[in-house]
């Protein structure tokens, strides 16, 4: 086998440095995560100012109740309303580009940079929104002229009544001013998942369904599980979906959901009606000054999370990742 004597071949003219083109997809593979269950699962508020307050209320607990004929009006004192605050958070990103980039052409079915690269920032400003909620503990700042505002995260809105952690834990006080000692790590296991479910319903009057949003490790814990689990279930366009564990529990079902974003030492028990994302500022963009031979725009969102009333979850802390 040889070569015509002569023949002009491909290696003749290599891609770098000769006449070929490049065969470039006009697709482009982005495998980056981008899905935020608890934002997508929680209410949407408004919020008007950079402190956002609410109220909370609970009856008083069932009890004796019977009177003699003509018994005298007796005034009893009911539970007073409890105000709740947060603060609103300041999220943003830029985005960059210069001129000649905007104009050239481009692989991957990209036209404009400009767009693409928004649509990037707009993706991650939600996935740090998700991390500001449920993935970090952090207590609420309420910010100055040097220091930004902060959300004070889930867990610090949960108390002793809802947070349940491993050996010698500290639960949050609640209004998101501290966060928990969550004590002594420990495996998940049904017990603890059916205790928190039981805590969830004597406190709470709320839905019967419930969002459980895990880390990764618990999740696959939770596959293990030998009680009443449905590992498949049927959704509405008819497919078999796997990552979805329904658990049936006594009190409540839980639909169990992975978030490579959420505390992965913690298991959200959450009552998606009693929690909100609260907008002061939706997300936006905006064209920022042109200093050179470039386009600059700004994507900001400004929001909080309003704990609608804390009975209506339950945190369960100090869970093994590994």
Not at 3 to 10: F, K, N, R
Not at 85 to 92: A, D, E, G, H, L
């Amino acid at each position: 086998m040889t070569q015509a004597v002569g023949a002009h071949s491909s290696y003749d003219e290599p891609i770098a440095t000769g006449g070929n083109r490049e065969d470039l997809s006009d697709v482009l593979y982005d495998v980056s995560p981008t899905e935020t269950p608890f934002i997508t699962a929680t209410k949407k508020g408004k919020a008007t100012a950079t402190a956002h307050d609410w109220l909370t209320d609970e009856l008083t607990p069932a009890g004796d109740n019977a009177h003699i004929e003509g018994d005298d009006a007796t005034p009893t004192d009911p539970n007073p309303r409890i105000r709740l605050s947060n603060y609103t958070q300041i999220f943003k990103k830029h985005a960059v580009v210069t001129g000649t980039q905007e104009k050239v052409l481009k692989g991957g079915g990209i036209k404009s940079e400009m767009a693409y690269q928004v649509a990037r920032r707009l993706k991650e400003i939600k996935r740090d929104a998700e991390r500001a909620f449920i993935g970090i503990a952090n207590a609420k700042v309420a910010g100055d002229d040097s220091t930004p505002r902060e959300i004070g995260s889930f867990e610090t809105y949960m108390t002793a009544e809802t947070y349940q952690g491993g050996l010698t834990f500290t639960p949050p006080t609640g209004n998101g001013v501290d966060v928990a000692t969550p004590g002594t790590a420990r495996a998940i296991d049904e017990d603890i998942l059916k205790a928190a479910l039981e805590t969830l319903w004597l406190n709470s009057g709320g839905n019967e369904n419930i969002l459980g949003i895990v880390g990764a490790h618990v999740r696959g814990q939770i596959s293990t599980f030998t009680g009443s689990a449905t590992r498949y279930v049927t959704t509405e366009d008819k497919k078999l979906v796997a990552s979805i564990n329904v658990y049936d529990g006594d009190f409540h079902t839980v639909t169990v959901t992975p978030d490579r974003y959420s505390d992965p030492t913690s298991m959200f028990l959450i009552d998606p009606e009693y929690v909100k994302t609260c907008d002061l500022r939706g997300v936006s963009t905006k064209d920022l000054a042109v200093t050179g031979d470039s386009t600059r725009k700004e994507i900001v969102w400004e929001c909080t999370l309003e704990v609608c009333n804390p009975l209506g979850h339950v945190q369960v802390g100090a869970l093994e990742t590994s």
